[in-house]
């Protein structure tokens, strides 16, 4: 069976401090992939970021960095630099290549993040 | 904004009605899922459809509720003799088959509040 846990539940942070989110998974399967999304307050899920178990690579895309390590199980998130408008959960989530077969996300249980002027 | 649209989008009912809601996919999209998101909870998989088939259904859809995807297109999710503890936000996502696995697309939910 397939679980995302996400032991922080609620950061708080001044504007311009960095912020880790962290994100341990647990799967049987050999090839999953693992995901960002943010829930701002408006409720919407917006994804972020796609990885694929064979891609170890750490990836950056402006203020946001992800570090993915398989041999932790391990798929952390850090906002550099945070804004206001990062407030929002962030959710870590786990799918299996299942093909024809439809691929369900499993997701973590969130991270509150609030980022305080 | 991404496409997906449900309706209602708040839902306030008494222990005991039927409830019925209703999720329109991006029109393209073949695949359509639903999931249930509790009170500081991450969304849970309710169930997933390829066209009309219901292809999937968790253990956490009891006899109580019933999903349909009658011509492919639009979904309905019903929920009979709901209870307090049916209380939460119901999510719905479409995706394309052959899209990368996972890219979903979530629409606005619809939050159910039983009283």
């Known amino acids: 069976a397939q679980k995302v846990t996400q032991a922080q539940t609620e950061i708080s942070v001044v504007e311009k401090e960095d912020v880790t989110l962290d994100c341990v998974y647990e799967?049987?399967?050999?090839?999953?992939?693992l995901f960002w999304y943010k829930q701002p307050p408006s409720g919407e899920l917006v994804f972020l970021i796609r990885?694929?178990?064979?891609?170890?690579q750490n990836e950056i895309s402006g203020r946001y960095s992800w570090n993915f390590q398989k041999s932790t199980s391990s798929f952390n998130f850090t906002i550099t630099a945070s804004q206001v408008v990062d407030s929002a959960v962030y959710f870590c989530a786990l799918s299996e290549a299942r093909g024809a077969a439809g691929n369900k996300l499993t997701f973590g249980g969130g991270t509150r993040v609030l980022v305080k002027p | 904004d991404t496409g997906v649209s449900q309706d209602p989008r708040h839902k306030i009912t008494k222990r005991g009605q039927n409830v019925t809601f209703r999720c329109d996919p991006i029109s393209e999209h073949n695949r359509l899922y639903w999931y249930r998101q509790t009170l500081g909870q991450g969304p849970e998989f309710l169930t997933y459809f390829q066209n009309e088939a219901q292809l999937e259904k968790s253990r956490l859809l009891s006899d109580r509720f019933s999903a349909e995807r009658p011509k492919g297109s639009f979904s309905t999710l019903e929920i009979q003799r709901t209870e307090q503890g049916d209380s939460a936000m119901y999510l719905c996502a479409s995706s394309l088959n052959g899209a990368p696995v996972g890219e979903q697309y979530f629409g606005p939910g619809t939050r159910l509040t039983v009283t």
């Open positions: 799967t049987r399967d050999t090839t999953y992939y």
């Open positions: 990885r694929n178990s064979f891609d170890e």
